[in-house]
T-cell receptor, first 109, second 115 residues
Framework: RKEVEQDPGPFNVPEGATVAFNCTYS??????FFWYRQDCRKEPKLLMS???SGNEDGRFTAQLNRASQYISLLIRDSKLSDSATYLC??????????FGQGTELSVKP | NAGVMQNPRHLVRRRGQEARLRCSPM?????VYWYRQLPEEGLKFMVY????????ESGMPKERFSAEFPKEGPSILRIQQVVRGDSAAYFC?????????????FGPGTRLLVL
């Protein structure tokens, strides 16, 4: 079983749509969780950290369920500029980040 | 405040040559991490360093690969006797510290192509 598993992509959605990505992780001792985005295999850029209480940043909402070892990202009112690969990332507090394979999102006009 | 810097951005080597990849962390960051992204794959951790210390090298291939972060100067990822399978994007990340400040910021990467 992979340490971090994400929904297979690609997701093709029209502008304005709401899209949700899911992710599960295997190490129950993991303490920090993130969503990064990667454009055209350039460097990953931090989108948001994920907290147990859930957190929102504009059109983006992240949720964490520690009991189920499940992380989600919701994007509302999708924009063309949201097209990218979204990476679910876990830090088991050993220093290294564990990345999921990524889910590709393509927002069409 | 300059971000994480990596050079070269692109590197072409023939099989058997050496590749040296450099990474300068963000100002004020003392922790450096190297990750590799093979074609069509996700990012994989290679090594975690602090100044003059290797903290975790569990992701490094056993042979040909080494990393250092000297007291002065950038971190270096060195690949000896490169093979075609080493062709990948190598990303460096840095963070201010470990506990409590573990957000990692990535450099633009070095694309290594082995002919």
């Amino acid at each position: 079983r992979k340490e971090v598993e994400q929904d297979p992509g690609p997701f093709n959605v029209p502008e304005g749509a709401t899209v949700a990505f899911n992710c599960t992780y295997s190490n129950s001792a993991s303490q920090s969780f993130f969503w990064y985005r990667q454009d055209c295999r350039k460097e990953p850029k931090l989108l948001m950290s994920v907290y147990s209480s859930g957190n929102e940043d504009g059109r983006f909402t992240a949720q964490l369920n520690r009991a189920s070892q499940y992380i989600s990202l919701l994007i509302r009112d999708s924009k063309l500029s949201d097209s990218a690969t979204y990476l679910c990332v876990v830090n088991p507090l050993t220093g290294k980040l564990i990345f999921g394979q990524g889910t590709e999102l393509s927002v069409k006009p | 405040n300059a971000g994480v810097m990596q050079n070269p951005r692109h590197l072409v080597r023939r099989r058997g040559q050496e590749a040296r990849l450099r990474c300068s962390p963000m100002k004020g960051h003392s922790h450096v991490y190297w990750y590799r992204q093979l074609p069509e794959e996700g990012l994989k951790f290679m090594v975690y360093l602090q100044k003059e210390n290797i903290i975790d090298e569990s992701g490094m291939p056993k042979e040909r690969f080494s990393a250092e972060f000297p007291k002065e100067g950038p971190s270096i990822l060195r690949i000896q006797q490169v093979v075609r399978g080493d062709s990948a994007a190598y990303f460096c990340a840095s963070s201010p510290g470990f506990f409590g400040e573990e957000t990692q910021y990535f450099g633009p990467g070095t694309r290594l192509l082995v002919l």
